[in-house]
């Protein structure tokens, strides 16, 4: 056996086939470094441009892996001969190289021998340079509770051979670690939240079927100013109207009264949304981590599941309720979801604006109304508070196309989920004129049989309490670092959805305690879940 087949034998299949099936670059070239390593590069216009340096390839690496100093985790841009990824080896636990050339791949992988950091698992090839791969796979790999910090580190050789492809993979690089950066900072301030609602209201949860909308055009009400504009004329169209939580009480300030609304935030606010509208008697879609006095007081909850690995495990042990697509950040594009799901034949939005048209956070009727209305005098008016509200989102700047608009970040990023995620919907998604930014919605794709899964509502296997009992038991098993991680990479799906449970509330911790000990906090995170399961259970 070769020396490019033992590697190959070591990467996942599709990987390995694509480097195996990779015809070799006609412009590769290789030669000897001057201190005698090989290294390699492609000849362009007559000139060659080699992936390390010509004379000191060793000691550039190292130069290269001190970016990696107190960094559990690096992103590496460029292969080349990998001399960076052993350097990278000495201060990193894990490794995920990028290399958009499978032809590239298969030259080193047949000169340098990394079977070592193959084997462990310590290095991740990547080959696939889209955003949204990157970032799964880059997620998958890194672990923020173990691993610490995350640092990208680029072969300035590689980047600079192909500089217009490496920068477009480079910027793809920068805004999937921008992601998955957000994600983290979401876990650390929700992980515990998340995972101590769901167990609690896994004990209240009766799983129900979604309302049947077959054949009909929803319309989705988000809780955008514009929604305050297109109110009046949602009652005449005589379409199912599925509303996030915030626009409910503005709808029923309307006289609207929704065919069903849909919660997925933990926190407490959305209590306040049921509050105003005087919880009414309306099928509500509650994400099983809602707040759990939000869970508890509506009268006709259909829990539903998420992404969360938590919800992944108790689907996987037995539990059957319909799935919201949450990955979004934002409700209005669950909603969007369940309204695929319900049947839909089209899905109109109303009022996702995904801005501030005018200075305006949320449209009158709002629990912010509602909540400044009864807090203002004559020295706080109203519209201070609504200003102070709109001020402390970071990261304000006008819309250069509309200079009364404003845009934040967080928005701009929810408005490009719902881009991409209409893309992958079987009917169309058409959004409502309105003060907002304008979305670009791609044509519908696939089937709506298809996204429709008749097997989720099936009669639940296990009871809750057996149920928890068992996660209970999967949890045990995670006691430290070293099995978190092997928990993570097992074949065994259940043990593998319960490592990834422990993420969350991992993250958390390690916000709280940056310092602490990797082993302490995954026994830390191991204990408080099952504290919670025995604390609901009793």
Do not use: K
């Not at 190959?8 to 599709?14: G, H, I, K, T």
């Not at 609304?261 to 509500?284: E, K, M, T």
């Not at 005098?377 to 700047?397: D, V």
């Amino acid at each position: 056996m070769t020396l490019l087949d033992r590697q190959l034998a070591l990467l996942p299949p599709d990987i390995a086939r694509e480097i195996l099936s990779a015809p070799a670059r006609p412009d590769e070239i290789f030669e000897t470094s001057g201190d005698q390593v090989p290294v390699n590069g492609i000849l362009r216009d007559g000139r060659a441009f080699l992936f390390h340096s010509r004379y000191a390839a060793v000691r550039e690496a190292r130069r290269i892996a001190g970016v990696a100093a107190a960094a559990g985790c690096v992103v590496a841009l460029g292969v080349g001969m990998g001399h960076h990824l052993r350097a990278l080896a000495e201060r990193a636990e894990r490794i995920v190289a990028v290399e958009p050339d499978a032809a590239l791949l298969r030259s080193a992988l047949s000169r340098v021998d990394l079977t070592d950091l193959l084997g462990s698992r310590r290095l991740t090839l990547i080959t696939d340079c889209r955003e949204e791969v990157l970032l799964e796979l880059i997620a998958a790999r890194y672990v923020p509770g173990v691993h610490g910090a995350l640092r990208m580190a680029e072969l300035p050789g590689r980047v600079g051979a192909e500089p217009q492809r490496m920068n477009e993979i480079r910027d793809a690089l920068s805004r999937a670690v921008q992601s998955l950066s957000g994600d983290l900072a979401i876990q650390a301030r929700f992980g515990l939240a998340w995972t101590r609602n769901a167990v609690f209201n896994l004990l209240r949860a009766r799983p129900g079927p979604l309302p049947d909308f077959g054949g009909q055009t929803v319309v989705v009400a988000a809780a955008g100013p514009s929604l305050a504009d297109a109110v009046g004329t949602l009652a005449e169209a005589r379409h199912p109207i599925i509303a996030v939580d915030t626009a409910l009480p503005v709808l029923q300030s309307h006289g609207v009264s929704p065919h069903l609304v849909v919660s997925v935030d933990c926190q407490l606010a959305s209590y306040h949304h049921y509050l105003c509208a005087g919880f009414p008697r309306i099928p509500v879609a509650a994400d099983l981590s809602v707040a759990p006095s939000v869970f508890s007081r509506l009268v006709q909850t259909i829990p539903v599941l998420s992404d969360h690995p938590l919800h992944r495990l108790f689907r996987h042990l037995g539990l059957r309720a319909p799935h919201a697509d949450a990955r979004g950040g934002n409700v209005a594009q669950a909603a969007v979801d369940l309204a695929v799901r319900c049947g839909a034949r089209e899905v109109r939005l109303v009022g996702a604006d995904f801005s501030y048209p005018d200075g305006q956070t949320y449209p009158r009727g709002s629990y912010v109304h509602h909540l400044f209305a009864g807090r203002c005098g004559r020295l706080t008016p109203a519209e201070s508070m609504h200003y102070g509200f709109l001020a402390r989102r970071p990261g304000l700047r006008p819309d250069p196309d509309r200079p009364s608009r404003l845009l934040q970040p967080l928005l701009c990023s929810y408005a490009r989920n719902m881009e991409r995620f209409a893309g992958t919907l079987p009917v169309p998604v058409t959004q409502e004129p309105g003060r907002g930014i304008r979305l670009d919605l791609p044509p519908p794709r696939g089937s709506a049989s298809a996204h429709r899964s008749p097997d989720e509502l099936r009669p639940t296997a296990v009871s809750p309490r057996d149920l928890l009992g068992s996660a209970e038991e999967l949890f045990s098993t995670i006691a430290d670092s070293a099995s978190l991680l092997r928990g993570i990479d097992a074949q065994a799906q259940a043990v593998a959805l319960a490592a990834r449970a422990l993420l969350p509330p991992l993250t958390c911790l390690r916000s709280r305690d940056p310092e602490a000990d990797a082993d302490l906090l995954v026994a830390r995170a191991s204990q408080w879940t099952r504290s919670t399961i025995r604390a609901a259970l009793s």
